[in-house]
């Protein structure tokens, strides 16, 4: 799988350049492989470190460690989501079961920052679920019943208050809830690098090519050589697919955002100065915006089936009037060259947005399928499969594992059809709000 680094992302350009990367030049024999350097598999590094602090373990990424979808999404640590179509008891149990790992997750990269004294923009502000749509209050009631029944302390605003709290009065309805997290994604994992324990070997820019078991050890291929491992975690996340990783329950879908330059301190002022905010559509094709800790913008608001490998600079721009339109609608008197980047990113989902945590084989394990929320929960499945792949079990196993499990996928072509008819629709319905 060739995946190509780029210099498109602000998160990334905001960190300096790192100078100790290795690649894989040779043959190698170890206990333990880890395929994917993103926030899974650097948590998974660490614990398995902790555990057997007399074995090898070797991290390998196609890329730069940390680059991929870790480094490249919008900065959210979430405690609830909207889109995740719950009415009835039964569903309403399957959202707590969802939120008590999202919960998991923030205490965990939340222990994280705390033992390494980590400076990632860590911002306990909430979030809001925004529209424009004065019919979208219904929605976002019967959210804020959801909520209330599970115990999560939030509020409704109206127009004359969003105005105040994010400068734009484009948005007529929200719901903030208090316990959401924004952070800088790119610091977050770069700390995660920092901090790799002495017996990790960390390969970067080294694409798996095949695998396959070998009685009682997995064989790897790359282009440089080969790795024996006595077990395997697959950590791939949006990239599982391609590597045959329960191919028949999770695909890509292939994002792009774009964020502002600083605004000037006139510009600032002119949009009443507001702390630092994050806002996540209503309807699920809607913009996800920000204003981070140093006024910048960043807008997310496309999402198609594509090749996740690679996506050029002319395909980046023509996405990028999107997320120009977005900005013109909730900060009109900004200038048209405000822009300072444009990328994409994978996202891995399943049919029921269910993750995947599971044994595959006897040494084979594989963690990964966020559904757009792999901060926490990335950090924590990492983690927590490392422990699984070790013969242990945890009370956080317990609570992951009883989640719904990811349900079986329709075969091709019927499958991208589906989806693509799917973005379609829900494209249609949140016109208004890209």
Same mark, same amino acid.
């Given at each position: 799988?060739?995946?190509?680094?780029?210099?498109?992302?602000?998160?990334?350009?905001?960190?300096?350049?790192?100078?100790?990367?290795?690649?894989?030049?040779?043959?190698?024999?170890?206990?333990w492989?880890?395929?994917?350097?993103?926030?899974?598999?650097?948590?998974?590094?660490?614990?398995?470190?902790?555990l057997?602090?007399n074995?090898?373990?070797?991290?390998?990424?196609?890329?730069?460690?940390?680059?991929?979808?870790?480094?490249?999404?919008?900065?959210?640590?979430?405690?609830?989501?909207?889109?995740?179509?719950?009415?009835?008891?039964?569903?309403?149990? #399957?959202?707590?079961?969802? &939120?008590?790992?999202?919960?998991? %997750?923030?205490?965990?990269? *939340? =222990?994280? @920052?705390?033992e390494?004294?980590?400076d990632?923009?860590?911002?306990?502000?909430?979030?809001?679920?925004?529209?424009?749509?004065?019919?979208?209050?219904?929605?976002?009631?019967?959210?804020?019943?959801?909520?209330?029944?599970?115990?999560?302390?939030?509020?409704?605003?109206?127009?004359?208050?969003?105005?105040?709290?994010?400068?734009?009065?484009?948005?007529n309805?929200?719901?903030?809830?208090?316990?959401?997290?924004?952070?800088?994604?790119?610091?977050?994992?770069?700390?995660?690098?920092?901090?790799?324990?002495?017996n990790?070997?960390?390969?970067?820019?080294?694409?798996?090519?095949?695998w396959?078991? #070998?009685?009682?050890?997995? &064989?790897?291929?790359f282009?440089? %050589?080969?790795?024996?491992? *006595? =077990?395997? @975690?697959?950590?791939?996340?949006?990239?599982?697919?391609?590597l045959?990783?329960?191919?028949?329950?999770?695909f890509?879908?292939?994002?792009?955002?774009?964020?502002?330059?600083?605004l000037?301190?006139?510009?600032?002022?002119?949009?009443?100065?507001?702390?630092?905010?994050?806002?996540?559509?209503?309807?699920?094709m809607?913009?996800?915006?920000?204003?981070?800790?140093?006024?910048r913008?960043?807008?997310?608001?496309?999402?198609?089936?594509?090749?996740?490998?690679?996506?050029?600079?002319?395909?980046?721009?023509?996405?990028?009037?999107?997320q120009?339109?977005?900005?013109?609608?909730?900060?009109?008197?900004?200038?048209?060259?405000?822009?300072?980047?444009?990328?994409? %990113?994978?996202?891995?989902?399943?049919r029921?947005?269910s993750?995947?945590?599971?044994?595959?084989?006897?040494?084979i394990?594989?963690?990964?399928?966020?559904?757009?929320?792999?901060?926490?929960?990335?950090?924590?499945?990492?983690?927590?499969?490392?422990?699984?792949?070790?013969?242990?079990y945890t009370?956080?196993?317990?609570?992951?594992?009883?989640?719904?499990?990811?349900t079986?996928?329709?075969p091709q072509?019927?499958?991208?059809?589906?989806?693509?008819?799917?973005?379609?629709?829900?494209?249609?319905?949140?016109?208004?709000e890209?």
């Amino acid at each position: 799988m060739e995946v190509t680094n780029d210099n498109a992302c602000s998160w990334v350009n905001d960190l300096t350049p790192r100078t100790n990367v290795k690649s894989i030049q040779s043959n190698e024999d170890c206990e333990w492989l880890i395929i994917g350097a993103g926030y899974t598999g650097l948590s998974a590094a660490r614990k398995l470190a902790e555990l057997h602090y007399n074995q090898k373990i070797i991290l390998v990424d196609a890329q730069l460690a940390g680059e991929g979808a870790s480094s490249r999404n919008s900065g959210y640590l979430v405690d609830t989501t909207l889109n995740d179509g719950f009415t009835s008891n039964k569903e309403l149990e #399957n959202y707590r079961k969802k &939120s008590a790992i999202y919960s998991l %997750g923030i205490k965990i990269v *939340k =222990k994280f @920052i705390n033992e390494h004294q980590v400076d990632c923009d860590w911002n306990e502000c909430g979030k809001f679920f925004a529209s424009s749509k004065v019919e979208d209050e219904k929605i976002l009631l019967n959210f804020s019943s959801t909520l209330s029944q599970l115990g999560f302390e939030h509020n409704l605003l109206k127009k004359k208050d969003l105005f105040k709290r994010l400068g734009t009065n484009f948005y007529n309805i929200a719901l903030h809830t208090k316990g959401g997290i924004l952070l800088h994604p790119g610091k977050l994992v770069r700390s995660m690098i920092d901090v790799l324990p002495s017996n990790v070997c960390l390969y970067e820019n080294s694409c798996l090519i095949n695998w396959n078991k #070998n009685k009682d050890f997995i &064989s790897c291929n790359f282009k440089n %050589g080969k790795i024996n491992a *006595k =077990k395997i @975690i697959f950590a791939t996340n949006g990239f599982l697919k391609s590597l045959g990783i329960k191919s028949n329950y999770n695909f890509p879908i292939t994002l792009t955002a774009s964020m502002t330059r600083s605004l000037t301190d006139e510009e600032f002022k002119s949009i009443g100065e507001p702390k630092e905010w994050g806002v996540l559509p209503v309807r699920p094709m809607g913009a996800t915006i920000r204003m981070t800790k140093d006024k910048r913008i960043l807008v997310r608001n496309t999402a198609e089936i594509r090749n996740p490998f690679k996506m050029s600079k002319s395909d980046l721009k023509k996405r990028s009037i999107n997320q120009k339109i977005s900005i013109k609608k909730r900060f009109p008197h900004l200038t048209d060259d405000i822009f300072q980047s444009t990328w994409s %990113g994978i996202v891995s989902r399943t049919r029921n947005s269910s993750q995947i945590f599971e044994k595959i084989d006897d040494n084979i394990f594989a963690a990964g399928c966020y559904n757009g929320s792999g901060i926490g929960v990335g950090t924590l499945f990492g983690e927590q499969i490392a422990i699984k792949a070790s013969d242990e079990y945890t009370k956080e196993i317990e609570i992951i594992e009883a989640r719904n499990k990811p349900t079986r996928l329709p075969p091709q072509p019927f499958l991208n059809l589906g989806i693509k008819a799917r973005l379609f629709y829900e494209r249609l319905r949140a016109k208004s709000e890209i």
